[in-house]
């Protein structure tokens, strides 16, 4: 069975950092692209950022660039979003999710985490 489990979500203030993890287990990790979206309340799921399989490409929503980094560590089958600069607009539930491919679309992600709460206070 797939799980993909998010952590390091949490309360912060404006312009502060947090890095979140997604630790992957039922999967050959390595064989994945790994994905971190984020939803608030009344909207769709949004891509973030996107990395390969073995974190040769990456590639990040214009939101987001400059600011997020996408990393993974395939020994520890984990995937870490690091947030920088952080705005009140990224308040939202962030989740990890995994595909074959390397893409941006919410409904191209096979496998899903239960999401972490990021709030940013101004």
């Known amino acids: 069975q797939v799980q993909l489990v998010e952590s390091g979500g949490g309360l912060v203030q404006a312009g502060d950092s947090l890095r979140l993890s997604c630790a992957a287990s039922?999967?050959?990790?390595?064989?994945?692209?790994m994905g971190w979206f984020r939803q608030t309340p009344g909207k769709e799921r949004e891509f973030v950022a996107t990395?390969?399989?073995?974190?040769?490409?990456?590639y990040y929503a214009d939101s987001v660039k400059g600011r997020f980094t996408i990393s993974r560590d395939n020994a520890k089958n984990t995937v870490y979003l690091q947030m920088n600069s952080l705005k009140p607009e990224d308040t939202a539930v962030y989740y990890c999710?995994?595909?074959?491919?390397?893409?941006?679309?919410?409904?191209?992600?096979?496998?899903w985490g239960q999401g972490t709460q990021v709030t940013v206070s101004s």
């Open positions: 999710a995994a595909n074959r491919l390397f893409r941006t679309m919410n409904y191209e992600y096979d496998y």
């Open positions: 039922g999967l050959t990790f390595s064989d994945y692209a």
């Open positions: 990395i390969r399989w073995r974190g040769s490409s990456t």
